[in-house]
């Protein structure tokens, strides 16, 4: 008997499993996976798209340019060789028609095509400054018709043309120091690896007169933060006049003359200015201060961590592809392919470099067009590799 039962719950465990699946997932316009989310100053809020005009703080959002987007999805997981043999999308301006199965706005039919990708809007011009719904369904070889995918929304800009590149929303990550050290009083927190970003710290005061020293780096000396690193590598030191009680204090970064020049890519204001570090030191402070207390904001391109792995017999090999893959994500601070932080300026055989290596580790193709779309308007050197 109790044999029987465990097969039973297993067979309902995988038929469950199997059933939830059949449907598309991963659903993009314009290749933008975020259309339906809502940030605040580089985070994801709770705010959903059709409450936006009722948002007190200002809110950031991807917006669709085209008229005509292409749409995106991944076919539902029916087993090997599964082929997709017809889709049906619907559009709609209203939740409440889409989730009845209906695309007042467009409704494809039934379409005999095995394209997923880049697959056109054919309905009527989209109107600027209106929120939409979609959603698709498909026939595969392995199972049949699927279920229809979740709706996913996506919001139009003011000014639209038939065709006009999108991007998505940087982000910011919130990280504490791996670890922790002190000497002499001087406090060093190790983040493991750089990362373009910003500076958060706990810090108290029983008076109004204690000032505090923190300085940010991407190099170490002699268990120190090192002030002269040479070249372009990152360094800055700011004094902190404390407040009276416990306060959260944001380190402003230092504008550098040179990467901010207008050929430049500017950080967005809802982000602000960055730098890469991976160190951050506190002087001049005889208070507890621990690891919670200290937090990077670290700017990036919206990310997915889970979309590749890799792991081999060999460590050296494992930590190069781990190196690959967060440069990636780190060097994405802009929304542009850049050099670095030197210049910030995007350059044609970089670009490539990037573009070909974030397609290895990310299912994420706008910020290859949207560098690819810049350097069209801004070009800068040719080629200098062997493509």
């Known amino acids: 008997m109790k044999r029987r039962v465990r097969f039973v719950v297993y067979f309902v465990i995988i038929f469950v499993s199997v059933y939830a699946q059949n449907n598309p997932t991963g659903l993009m316009i314009d290749l933008l996976k975020n259309t339906d989310r809502v940030f605040i100053g580089g985070y994801h809020s709770s705010i959903e798209q059709k409450d936006i005009g009722s948002a007190i703080e200002p809110v950031q959002t991807a917006k669709i340019l085209s008229e005509y987007p292409v749409l995106s999805w991944i076919i539902p997981d029916n087993g090997r060789n599964t082929i997709q043999s017809a889709y049906r999308i619907i559009v709609s301006d209203s939740l409440h028609l889409v989730q009845k199965g209906i695309g007042n706005i467009w409704d494809s039919g039934i379409v005999n095509s ?7 809007y054919i309905g009527n011009p989209l109107q600027p400054n209106k929120l939409y719904c979609w959603k698709v369904k498909v026939i595969t070889n392995n199972g049949g018709e699927s279920e229809w995918s979740d709706i996913k929304s996506f919001r139009t800009g003011k000014d639209l043309r038939p065709y006009q590149f999108s991007s998505e929303i940087l982000v910011k990550s919130a990280e504490n120091p791996v670890t922790s050290s002190i000497k002499d009083d001087i406090r060093l927190f190790d983040f493991g690896k750089a990362a373009f970003g910003q500076l958060l710290v706990r810090l108290t005061s029983e008076t109004e007169n204690d000032t505090v020293i923190v300085n940010l780096g991407e190099k170490v000396k002699d268990g120190r933060v090192d002030a002269r690193p040479g070249g372009t590598i990152r360094y800055q030191t700011h004094k902190l006049a404390l407040l009276k009680g416990t306060h959260l204090y944001r380190i402003k970064i230092h504008k550098d003359r040179r990467n901010t020049l207008d050929v430049a890519v500017k950080m967005p204001d809802y982000i602000g200015e960055v730098m890469p570090f991976r160190y951050a030191e ?21 990310f997915d961590e889970s979309a590749s792995y890799f792991h081999s017999d060999n460590d050296i090999l494992n930590q190069i592809w781990e190196m690959c893959k967060y440069t990636m994500k780190a060097t994405s601070f802009t929304g542009i392919y850049v050099d670095g932080d030197r210049e910030r300026i995007p350059y044609e055989a970089d670009i490539i470099i990037n573009q070909l290596s974030h397609y290895g580790v990310d299912r994420e193709y706008s910020i290859a067009r949207k560098s690819l779309e810049h350097i069209l308007e801004k070009p800068t050197w040719p080629t200098e590799w062997i493509l």
Do not use: F
């Open 282 to 302: 506190v002087l001049n402070y005889n208070r507890k201060l621990e690891k919670p207390d200290v937090v990077r904001e670290s700017v990036h391109y919206p």
């Open 114 to 120: 095995n394209k997923s990708i880049s697959v056109a």
